[in-house]
């Protein structure tokens, strides 16, 4: 079974509303709803990607449910050329980056149905706009984008959505959804609370 979170940024709503609002939640352990797991320590790109490509394998032929891999020593250099080898390492992954503790948590995607539950999640969330009166391309897509907190740690989601006016590049997305397996439910709410906070503006 896979889960799906939304996450919607303040800036998303009527600026006319009256409606109250909640701040952000307090910044989390990185490692909440992972406890246990094995943290490697990072010795650069090959290893990590012999990791990233075997831990893929076993993920797609059921012998695994671990859909993450932990590495400390990775400072902001380090993410810099794991960013520019991203393709070799393998498009279907997501990045969470924690600078302050040079910790970085690699999110495995490699089934379609890592990706169907996120996308099928956005149409759905696209008819109902629809039904509301509004045009099928008030949201636009905005892929994985990497969202930066103001306590330094940086996370890609797995699918972002912004209206089509804020066209620049540094725009945050308004929406963002995030999917994992059911047995890392801990995890995914983590992954709420983390892109939530860092959407608030």
Same mark, same amino acid.
């Given at each position: 079974?896979?889960?799906?979170?939304?996450?919607?940024?303040?800036?998303?709503?009527?600026? =006319?509303?009256?409606?109250?609002?909640?701040?952000?939640?307090?910044?989390?352990?990185?490692?909440?709803?992972?406890?246990?797991?094995?943290?490697?320590?990072?010795?650069?790109?090959?290893?990590?990607?012999?990791?990233?490509?075997?831990? =893929?394998?076993?993920?797609?032929?059921?012998?695994?449910?671990?859909?993450?891999?932990?590495?400390?020593?990775?400072?902001?250099?380090?993410?810099?050329?794991?960013?520019?080898?991203?393709?070799?390492?393998?498009?279907?992954?997501?990045?969470?980056?924690?600078?302050?503790?040079?910790?970085?948590?690699?999110?495995?995607?490699?089934?379609?149905?890592?990706?169907?539950?996120?996308?099928?999640?956005?149409?759905?969330?696209?008819?109902?706009?629809?039904?509301?009166?509004?045009?099928?391309?008030?949201?636009?897509?905005?892929?994985?984008?990497?969202?930066?907190?103001?306590?330094?740690?940086?996370?890609?989601?797995?699918?972002?959505?912004?209206?089509?006016?804020?066209?620049?590049?540094?725009?945050?997305?308004?929406?963002?959804?995030?999917?994992?397996?059911?047995?890392?439910?801990?995890?995914?709410?983590?992954?709420?609370?983390?892109?939530? =906070?860092?959407?608030?503006?």
């Amino acid at each position: 079974m896979h889960l799906t979170s939304t996450c919607m940024s303040r800036s998303s709503s009527n600026a =006319s509303a009256s409606t109250e609002t909640t701040p952000p939640p307090p910044d989390t352990d990185p490692l909440e709803g992972l406890e246990g797991e094995p943290i490697h320590q990072y010795t650069g790109i090959r290893k990590l990607k012999d990791r990233v490509n075997s831990q =893929s394998i076993a993920l797609m032929k059921g012998r695994t449910n671990r859909q993450f891999l932990i590495f400390r020593g990775i400072t902001k250099d380090d993410l810099a050329e794991i960013d520019s080898k991203r393709v070799s390492i393998g498009r279907q992954i997501r990045i969470s980056h924690y600078a302050d503790d040079n910790l970085l948590i690699i999110k495995l995607m490699p089934l379609t149905k890592h990706e169907r539950a996120h996308l099928t999640l956005f149409l759905k969330i696209r008819d109902q706009l629809v039904a509301m009166g509004l045009s099928d391309e008030t949201l636009a897509p905005a892929g994985a984008t990497r969202l930066t907190s103001r306590t330094r740690s940086s996370k890609e989601g797995d699918s972002g959505y912004l209206p089509p006016s804020r066209e620049h590049e540094t725009d945050w997305p308004t929406i963002v959804l995030e999917s994992e397996l059911s047995e890392w439910l801990p995890r995914l709410r983590h992954d709420a609370k983390m892109v939530a =906070s860092q959407l608030w503006r």
